[in-house]
């Protein structure tokens, strides 16, 4: 199975601030790599699809990045709206896997 | 527009069974890959079972052998037929189109195995 190691765990910002969150596959995914943003009761809504296409509708402060093993999420200026758990996805092999989560919060 | 909305949710003892359904409104369950997606109460996202296009099926390795994915073409649902339910299947699950994008995913139905 591949294994997605999500970092960090939880992130604490502030308002304005950049933040970043990575995702690292043991084996090639390609680019079959997506990030949900996931409120509390709610189910994931998906930000950014194959590693860096932003969904329609979604804001451009949030970004993706990468290929292959190593993936990164951003958000360019944190809103406080965007509180919440971020997870990334690889659906290119089965099990499809996804990270353990980030969960962020405003400082 | 894509909906799914899923149901068949509830309290189960342990052992029992529930079947899940998951309607399908904007696309053709059966022209897409479809998978089943949990998630345990403050825990992360488990991906469960999918199914293809072609009717082939693949599970997790901790609900094989006791769950089916299946669909009904006439209806145009997925469902989840959930066998000899432990307490570690309490969760939310969700249903969702795996391409183009793994998205979209229905609401979540929450299911509680408990004596």
């Known amino acids: 199975d591949i294994q997605m190691t999500q970092s960090p765990s939880f992130l604490s910002a502030s308002v304005g601030d950049r933040v970043t969150i990575t995702c690292q596959a043991n084996?090639?995914?390609?680019?079959?790599l997506n990030w949900y943003q996931q409120k509390p009761g709610k189910a994931p809504k998906l930000l950014i699809y194959?590693?860096?296409n932003l969904e329609t509708g979604v804001p451009s402060r949030f970004s993706g990045s990468g290929s292959g093993t190593d993936f990164t999420f951003a958000i360019s200026s944190l809103q406080p709206e965007d509180i919440a758990t971020y997870y990334c996805?690889?659906?290119?092999?089965?099990?499809?896997?996804f990270g353990q989560g980030t969960k962020l919060e405003i400082k | 527009e894509v909906q799914l909305v899923e149901s068949g949710g509830g309290l189960v003892q342990p052992g029992g069974s529930l079947r899940l359904s998951c309607a399908a409104s904007g696309i053709t369950v059966s022209s897409n890959y479809m998978s089943w997606v949990r998630q345990a109460p403050g825990k992360g996202l488990e991906w469960v079972s999918l199914i293809y296009s072609g009717g082939s099926t693949y599970y997790s390795d901790s609900v094989k052998g006791r769950f089916t994915i299946s669909r009904d073409n006439s209806n145009n649902t997925l469902y989840l037929q959930m066998n000899s339910l432990r307490a570690e299947d309490t969760a939310v699950y969700y249903c969702?189109?795996?391409?183009?994008?793994?998205?979209?995913w229905g609401q979540g139905t929450l299911v509680t195995v408990s004596s």
């Open positions: 194959d590693a860096s």
């Open positions: 084996q090639d995914i390609n680019k079959y």
């Open positions: 996805l690889q659906y290119d092999h089965l099990p499809n896997t």
């Open positions: 969702a189109r795996v391409y183009p994008r793994f998205d979209p």
